[in-house]
């Protein structure tokens, strides 16, 4: 775990730099934009996820942590609509899932947020009056249950982290995770033709 998080680090805090939800001036407008982004990352990775066959092997249930339902959820409190919550633009570019070491790279980015979304959602709730009742349930996780739910994923990591894992597979597919999703939330200016201004 310590090397994973090491081999993470630099992507991790540039992603973390960038995002606004901890900003006392953040608007809910701002705010309901990046839940849509969210939305339209985490819909089209969690589908993938799911049909991925590694999950009775590797002993987890995702069921229980989909992170989805939450966002649709927060969409709903904030004035979105089935319809527009379907319409949203959905992600294209998400990282490689083709080895249980690539998914358990993924699930490590997935699952971490969940601590960091702890302290969100106290900031959410002085700065924008939100609780996981009224927008707020995505960042909130699993509640009070999230530094149990982290412990038991990071149990099923290292249990399943052995031989038959690729160690690259694991690190490769966070790093991808972390970019995939920086890019999506934030897209890289397009070079103007004829090159840079």
Known sequence: MKHLKEATGSRHAALESRLPLLDAGMSRASYLQFLRLFWGYYAPLERQLLAL?????????????????RLVQDL??????????????????????????????????????????????????????LTPLT?????????????????AFCAMLR????????????????????????????PPYPTPRGGTP
């Not at 992600?91 to 997935?110: D, E, K």
């Open 135 to 151: 927008g707020a349930a995505f960042f909130d996780g699993y509640g009070a249950d999230t530094g149990g739910q982290w412990k």
């Open 53 to 69: 066959p590694y999950w009775n092997s590797m002993g987890f249930d995702y069921a229980e942590r989909h992170k989805t339902p």
């Open 159 to 186: 249990a399943n982290a052995g031989e038959s894992v690729r160690q690259d597979d694991i690190l490769d597919s966070a790093n991808q995770t972390f970019e995939t999703l920086g890019q999506w939330l934030f």
């Open 76 to 129: 709903h409190a904030l004035g979105e609509t089935p319809d527009t919550i379907e319409g949203l633009a959905r992600c294209q570019r998400l990282p490689t899932l083709a080895s249980p070491g690539q998914l358990l790279g993924c699930l490590y980015v997935i699952e971490g947020a969940t601590l960091g979304g702890q302290i969100i959602t106290r900031r959410l709730q002085a700065n924008l009056g």
